[in-house]
């Protein structure tokens, strides 16, 4: 292609400069006009779509475990405290899709927090689904040392989770900040120049670790050896099976479906931090907009959860049954104040069993 001289604005430096370049030379200018188009259109819509959808399952799980169900096992206190770091994920969202139309607008202190809040709760729901599956695979075990152990070191170990996230997302605190392009303000990590590199790809190895490697390997392990353990179980018939490993399979399969290519997107970026690998402009962009879609579609992991580790449990079903009766009840109260209140007895036995939540 025609080589000419051409004036650029590095963002790194905030300077500019004069070289000869070919335009399919990525290491000289890159225009990503048209990245950041597609995000001020795509981003916004699934991000509204992720906190209506999401905000309203995390949301009843909560108030069910707060106000009408006790947290009578260990995958009740998981699943709560998955709800409650995709509720605070979720509430990043809005920040993020203003930023993807208008820049960064809140300052230097609000892209720190909301960047810590997206990382550390990004990182924590994917543990917490880790740590569902090795209390199921315990429940299964069935054994006096298993639930022994697990009485004793759930709470330890939500603390733990909570701790192993906010570590991670330290470097957020540290690096981010508001940076000054020549068109709009960006809330993004900015390294020291020293340890740009090194820092960059560390990070996203160690998200793709924490995030998704260890998280599955230990959902698949500890599934496997639960779906064994059905099919050695005598008096569950077929159809009961059946139906538990279905739940097995449609917990896995989302997550590979929702977190996979997130996760193979990160990779590749991060052996392109390291050996270069991106040479051309449209590879570049090709891979940023292959990012924005692919973490997209992870995000929506958050909306499912309540559907796959609670709204499947048939007590959880009938506490939804008895908000929703409860609301509707206030509703006609307010809007009937001096009629008297008809009471609608629910009769469910399930409720009052102690069951666990994730039903195998």
């Not at 097995?248 to 590749?268: D, E, H, S």
């Not at 009840?329 to 666990?356: C, G, K, M």
């Amino acid at each position: 292609m025609e080589e000419d001289d051409y004036t650029y604005f590095d963002d790194d430096n905030d300077t500019f400069n004069t070289f000869n370049f070919s335009y399919d030379d990525y290491h000289t200018v890159c225009d990503k006009e048209e990245v950041r188009s597609f995000a001020r259109v795509f981003l916004p819509a699934i991000y509204a779509l992720a906190l209506v959808v999401g905000l309203a399952g995390n949301s009843l799980v909560v108030a069910v475990y707060v106000y009408y169900k006790r947290l009578k096992t260990m995958t009740d206190v998981y699943i709560l405290n998955l709800a409650v770091a995709d509720l605070l994920l979720l509430l990043t969202l809005p920040f993020w899709a203003a930023d993807a139309v208008n820049g960064w607008k809140l300052g230097v202190g609000m892209c720190k927090v909301t960047s810590v809040l997206y990382g550390m709760n990004f990182g924590c729901g994917m543990l917490f689904l880790a740590c569902i599956s090795v209390d199921r695979y315990l429940a299964v075990s069935n054994g006096t040392l298993a639930r022994t152990v697990r009485r004793r070191h759930c709470l330890l170990l939500c603390l733990l989770v909570w701790v192993v996230a906010f570590v991670v997302g330290l470097p957020d605190m540290v690096f981010t900040t508001v940076k000054h392009g020549m068109l709009r303000k960006s809330c993004i990590p900015v390294y020291p120049t020293s340890m740009a590199r090194p820092t960059k790809a560390t990070l996203e190895i160690l998200e793709v670790v924490l995030g998704f490697l260890l998280p599955f390997l230990v959902m698949l392990f500890c599934y496997i050896r639960v779906g064994r353990a059905l099919l050695n179980v005598p008096d569950v018939t077929q159809g009961k099976k059946w139906r538990a490993f279905k739940v097995l399979l449609a917990v896995v399969g989302v997550f590979i479906a929702t977190q996979l290519p997130y996760n193979i997107v990160k990779f590749c970026r991060a052996m392109d931090i390291i050996y270069t690998l991106v040479t051309h402009c449209e590879v570049s962009k090709s891979l940023d907009i292959a990012m924005q879609i692919t973490e997209s579609l992870a995000l929506t992991h958050s909306c499912l959860n309540p559907i796959l580790y609670a709204f499947i449990g048939a007590s959880f079903r009938q506490h939804i049954l008895k908000v929703m009766k409860s609301f509707g009840q206030r509703r006609r109260r307010y809007r009937h104040r001096n009629e008297p209140a008809v009471e609608i007895s629910l009769n469910s036995h399930s409720a009052s069993e102690d069951t666990t939540t994730f039903t195998i």
